[in-house]
């Protein structure tokens, strides 16, 4: 007990009494009560959050498959990858790896054009194979033939001193020439494809 109140006992004993029961009987003042607690954010919009990251994480995973799918390539026709390859050679000097590149070009345009096996074939092969060629046609076979083979002496035996010989314009002449000669195969076709119908 404190001292005050050992004091006041031992002075009057009653009021001891009535200080101690008012204090251990009596009951705290309440504090007002709490307002009702709201619901948490995932109480109120969790089944919202999961259904739009998974709604999220399927568009993501649509969006890489639609970036890294496979699309067609776009292949240029025959004509045109030639006269390309052929247009980065023109200014170069003529020698023999020019000429076998030019002539190898030439050889790719004829298998793509004319739908020939795409075999490897020596020059005299290669030239036997287009004369009987029908799409090709005799005078286109020919010319062609005698551009390989001027360009197969050009390559392992140069004349000494000798001209230019103009490898890239003569295979762009012939490449004109090719494409004259699938115009007139082209052409041929159509009457038959009207008869037909």
């Given at each position: 007990?404190?001292?005050c ?9 009653s ?65 045109v ?5 052929l ?40 030239c ?5 060629a ?10 062609v033939?005698e551009?390989?083979h ?9 004349p ?12 762009l ?11 007139e ?6 009457p ?6």
């Amino acid at each position: 007990m404190p001292l005050c109140l050992l004091v006041c006992s031992l002075l009057s004993p009653s009021i001891v009494v009535a200080a101690t029961t008012t204090n251990a009987d009596s009951i705290p003042p309440l504090r007002p009560p709490r307002a009702e607690l709201p619901p948490s954010f995932w109480e109120e919009h969790g089944t919202s959050v999961v259904l739009g990251g998974i709604a999220l994480l399927g568009l993501i995973c649509i969006a890489v498959w639609w970036l890294s799918r496979k699309r067609p390539q776009v292949v240029a026709p025959p004509e045109v990858q030639a006269r390309e390859a052929l247009e980065l050679l023109r200014n170069q000097p003529e020698d023999g790896a020019l000429l076998s590149r030019v002539s190898q070009i030439l050889r790719r345009y004829l298998v793509q054009a004319f739908e020939l096996p795409p075999d490897e074939l020596t020059t005299t092969e290669f030239c036997a194979l287009i004369a009987d060629a029908q799409k090709i046609g005799p005078q286109f076979a020919a010319s062609v033939s005698e551009f390989l083979h001027l360009c197969d002496q050009r390559k392992f035996a140069p004349p000494p001193n000798s001209q230019p010989f103009g490898g890239v314009e003569q295979a762009l002449n012939l490449l004109d020439l090719g494409e004259g000669r699938r115009a007139e195969l082209r052409r041929a076709e159509q009457p038959t494809e009207a008869h037909k119908r």
